[in-house]
């Protein structure tokens, strides 16, 4: 997803002919995290995706139930590592405090 809907921080935004809540960081937003305590270096990291939020067990379709995603209130972000190219998830406040510290 470009975009994080529904998030505690937001601003309004016309999407699809409506208004809707749409967090403050978009896709492509670098930012430093300090999270190496060993060297107490910030590395730079890339917003790549917001994922949806998954819901568990939220459908049955027959005698089982499956998981399913919805667009709102989804918290965590797919960032990827400028120095090593990796990726991993992170939770919105992380990547909220590392953008309002800068």
Do not use: K
């Amino acid at each position: 997803m470009l975009r994080q809907y529904s998030p505690q921080r937001h601003r309004y935004e016309r999407v699809g002919g409506y208004e809707r809540a749409v967090g403050t960081i978009p896709v492509g937003t670098i930012f430093l995290l300090d999270i190496d305590t060993a060297t107490s270096r910030a590395v730079p990291y890339i917003v790549e995706a917001w994922l949806p939020r998954r819901i568990g067990a939220g459908r049955r379709v027959g005698s089982q139930y499956h998981d399913t995603y919805a667009a709102r209130g989804g918290h965590l972000a797919q960032v990827r590592n400028l120095a090593t190219g990796m990726s991993r998830c992170l939770s919105d406040h992380l990547i909220l405090r590392a953008v309002d510290d800068a």
